[in-house]
């Protein structure tokens, strides 16, 4: 089948995990050498599976989705890009194969502005790392579109600032307002930055997007041919977390919007993001609009893993959809391949598109009893001479994509599969 290929990298938090290890050290005084000899480092371990995924699966594009620092620290998120650019050799992809976007702790939060009138001014210290190897990719004003193409198939990547209400300073009571600014920046000075960052009685962590990017997001994937697929990638999620979170200003503002905004499009979209350091797969189905699934990705935190996602096609090249390789750390050390999800992007009102003389042939052999593929072979090619077996089994596995079929024993040789038909 025609496919593209995406790496999803969560949540990098470069200072916290740059030193992480897999291990349990008891011991503080043991030699730090015989340390670093015997227990491996989380964040090199990951990296290492990474460029083995990036030199065997050749993804045609890698999604940060953000956060490379913590707490604003602005000095560790030129040192993570430049982390990145040693190990994965970034400056050498093109700037349309690599998106990030900004994340709540990638904001220094003294570089806002004091008046709350530019939103965006607390983002531009984060522009000159990424221009320094090259890729000046970052969504600061506006949405950031690109098109990813092989020579069948299509998608087109949009990445989106979801953190416009980050860091911005709330009203104080006029009485006391002067009082309280006083106390607060001293308390900013004294404080470790830990504690100063997490202090939320002057600025908020608010997630937002900007209502024109959100306009512009949804104009630009309304013009898209119905053969290309959007795939948006931002930090926030569109859904609450699984996790109950007691605090001030924890989801995104409008997710509720840009939720109903993506399924009244009408049509097969993926929403990538990180932020919740988990790694949920959900799909919001509109009933108001069938064809309209937002397949919704989470990427975990870095060092628990990464993703990669492959994005199916059809023979008539319209998505039809995608496979989501979990990559997750082991305990013993390793980054092993989990769970391989497969999700399909097609809502019942697009099966149309998909109906042609084979298929439709196909499924007319199909009963609800298993049938060995070889069987089923030998019945189809009396029917459609001109098809060849490679052919029956594209033919069978976009029909299981569409939900028409299901195929057992599907990771064996094509020989021993079982297929059934899927009764509506």
């Not at 093109?94 to 900004?102: G, L």
């Not at 209502?211 to 959007?230: F, N, Q, V």
């Not at 009963?367 to 189809?380: A, E, H």
């Not at 089994?393 to 079929?405: D, G, N, Q, T």
Request: charge should be negative; aromatic fraction near 6%; include cysteine.
């Amino acid at each position: 089948m025609k496919e593209i290929k995406l790496l999803q990298l969560g949540d990098i938090h470069y200072p916290d995990n740059k030193t992480r290890i897999i291990g349990d050290v008891k011991d503080s005084a043991a030699p730090k050498g015989l340390i670093d000899a015997v227990i491996p480092l989380v964040l090199q371990t990951v990296m290492r599976r990474i460029t083995e995924v990036i030199r065997d699966e050749s993804p045609a594009a890698l999604l940060f989705c953000g956060d490379l620092t913590s707490r604003g620290d602005l000095t560790q998120y030129d040192q993570c890009i430049a982390y990145f650019e040693k190990v994965l050799s970034l400056s050498a992809r093109s700037p349309d194969s690599v998106h990030a976007v900004p994340g709540n702790h990638d904001i220094d939060r003294t570089k806002c502005d004091p008046a709350g009138a530019d939103l965006k001014v607390k983002f531009a210290p984060l522009e000159p790392p990424w221009a320094r190897i090259g890729l000046p990719i970052l969504p600061i004003n506006g949405v950031r579109a690109t098109a990813l193409t092989t020579t069948t198939c299509a998608l087109n990547l949009y990445s989106i600032n979801s953190c416009m209400g980050c860091g911005e300073r709330r009203s104080l009571p006029a009485g006391i307002a002067t009082d309280l600014k006083r106390i607060l920046d001293d308390y900013g000075v004294t404080a470790p930055i830990a504690d100063a960052f997490k202090l939320l009685g002057e600025q908020l962590d608010s997630p937002a997007f900007i209502h024109s990017d959100i306009d512009e997001l949804i104009l630009s994937i309304s013009r898209l041919g119905s053969s290309c697929l959007p795939v948006v990638l931002t930090h926030h999620n569109i859904f609450p977390q699984a996790i109950p979170r007691v605090e001030l200003y924890t989801e995104l503002i409008n997710g509720g919007l840009i939720r109903s905004r993506l399924t009244s499009c009408n049509r097969p979209i993926i929403y990538c993001h990180g932020h919740i350091h988990s790694d949920p797969i959900e799909q919001i189905i509109d009933q108001r609009f069938p064809a309209g699934r937002v397949t919704v990705i989470s990427a975990p935190e870095i060092v628990d893993g990464f993703n990669l996602i492959t994005v199916i096609f059809a023979r008539n090249d319209q998505p039809i959809g995608c496979e989501v390789a979990e990559y997750r750390t082991k305990p013993h050390g390793g980054v092993d391949v989990g769970t391989v999800l497969r999700i399909p992007l097609v809502g019942t009102t697009r099966l149309g598109q998909f109906s042609d003389t084979d298929l439709t042939g196909l499924i007319r052999l199909t009963t609800s009893s298993s049938v060995r593929f070889d069987d089923l072979w030998n019945s189809f090619k009396i029917h459609v001479r001109h098809v060849v077996r490679a052919t029956l089994r594209e033919l069978l596995i976009e029909a299981e994509w569409l939900s028409m079929v299901s195929i057992e024993d599907r990771e064996s040789a094509t020989q021993h599969w079982k297929i059934r038909r899927v009764e509506p």
